[in-house]
Antibody
């Protein structure tokens, strides 16, 4: 069974940086895209961006371009979401999710990483 | 960006009812649309992909229709376990987007 396991909750101060990880449990990491999705408290889902770990082809939502960096290390089957210059408005749950090459939406999701930014 | 407009934002229905959620896209998606269910405190769960294909393990009371710019998710015979928030998501363009969500409640 494919699983995406995300790093644990974080509490940060404004201005700090943070990297969230998402590790895939199986080899299928190589044949899929990994997306990142934000959910602010009490709000809906927002697509942040996506990476193809095999060649690191990365696409960002215009709303997040320049605000975050997505990367991956296929040797450890892990994708990363880096946020810098954190603001209180970055407080949210961040999910990673898999999209297969034969696109069928986001079929496997991580458990979510809660990020709290507070002074 | 392709904008996704999902209606209604909240839906209240009785057990056994048939409910329909609509998602409209600002330009054609062909059939590159998915539907998700999210329960409180949980990650979303894929229900439908390619507009009308039921994900493995999803009850057959869920169905999706549409192509181009207008899509629907229908739940036949609403069950108490169906409460949650439902989202559409387009993956037609290089920048994917979600609808605003529809909260489904039981009367």
């Amino acid at each position: 069974e494919v699983q995406l396991v995300q790093s644990g909750a974080e509490v940060k101060k404004p201005g700090e940086s943070l990297t969230i990880s998402c590790q895939c449990s199986t080899y299928s990491f190589h044949n899929s895209w990994i997306a990142w999705v934000r959910q602010m408290p009490g709000k809906g889902l927002e697509w942040v961006g996506v990476i193809y770990p095999d060649d690191s082809d990365t696409r960002y939502s215009p709303s997040f371009q320049g605000q975050v960096t997505i990367s991956a290390d296929k040797s450890v089957r892990t994708a990363y979401l880096h946020l810098s210059g954190l603001k209180a408005s970055d407080t949210a749950i961040y999910y990673c999710a898999r999209s297969l090459l034969d696109p069928r939406g986001l079929d496997i999701w991580g458990q979510g990483t809660t990020v709290i930014v507070s002074s | 960006d392709i904008q996704m407009t999902q209606t209604p934002s909240t839906l209240s229905a009785s057990v056994g009812d048939t409910v329909t959620i609509t998602c409209r896209a600002s330009r054609s998606l062909d059939s590159w649309l998915a539907w998700y269910q999210q329960k409180p405190g949980k990650a979303p769960n894929l229900l439908i992909y390619k507009a009308s294909t039921l994900e493995s393990g999803v009850p057959s009371r869920f169905s999706g229709r549409g192509s181009g710019t207008e899509f629907t998710l229908t739940i036949n015979s609403l069950q108490p376990d169906d409460i949650g928030t439902y989202y559409c998501q387009q993956y037609s363009s290089q920048s994917w987007t979600f609808g605003q969500g529809t909260k489904v409640e039981i009367k």
